[in-house]
């Protein structure tokens, strides 16, 4: 049974890298007139409470988004994020946040499509819910992502963002990114493709990035955020990265661009950095 609940992470370190590179390649996808599809394989619960609930107990957001809310020096694509949780954030203050399915839909035109798939018993129905009333552009599906985007790749318009974002609370999720990287290129080499990662010191979560490099079999970017030391105990996240398959055009230099900035702004110690390496060919 899965116990994660991404409500207690909402709007944190992650999410705010996660989201900034969300944001960006929407952004240039949705350029070409062409329908788009993005699959969402852990979609989550969809919208967070930062004022009751789970955020409140962590306050992670507080080390996230709430760090660039005030600020008025924000780069063009760390702007235009913060641009779509305002969106959702009527009075201005910053009250809720909205996770990958509401930032993506903010984001699709009329002909694109988003797929959802989210396993746990009680997300999927929250974010069932929330989806209801655009069921012609969105689909959720209860049940496990992994298994679902074999079953919908290629997609029919042949354009396609997959994001992949496991909360690693199985030590299956390791070796399961990588197939589904693996199996996704083969199904589908034209998609680009997401796929998040924690950076913790257990060896599975080491050697993830290389692993996902040998099975991307195209061009990949890799940026990762350091926000602080790793715990002397090994325990606990001290950042994140995200290896993006096949990026389109220009995103590899907006992020190149972007990253020393948002390392900068996301320190929690002295220790904050950012690494970016990249396949282009
Ligand atoms: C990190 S959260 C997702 C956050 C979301 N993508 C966002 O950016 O706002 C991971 C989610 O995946 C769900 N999950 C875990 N295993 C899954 C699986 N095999 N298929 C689909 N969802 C799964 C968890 O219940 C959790 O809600």
Redesign the pocket.
Known sequence: M?S???GF??GNHA?VL??VALVALLRILTRKDKPLVVL??????GMYSLEQGFAVKTAEFRDGIAMLWERNDLPAPVADYVDQVRAMNADGALRRYP???WIALGLLRPQDRLRL????ST?GPILAQQFAQDGRRVTVTA????A?LKAVLPPPSRRGLV?V???Y??AS?YR?VVTALHDGMRRFATGTYAV?YPLLQSRDAIQLPDRLRKAAGADWLDVALQVKAPSPTGRGMHGSGLFIVNPPWTFSALMRDTMPWLAQALAQDATASFRLDARET
């Open positions: 899965l994660y609940r991404h992470h909402a999410d996660k989201h969402d394989t852990h979609a989550g619960a996770g990958s399915p798939f989210e396993l746990h997300e049940g496990d992502g992994f679902g994001l974002d496991p909360s609370e199985l999720d399961a998040w």
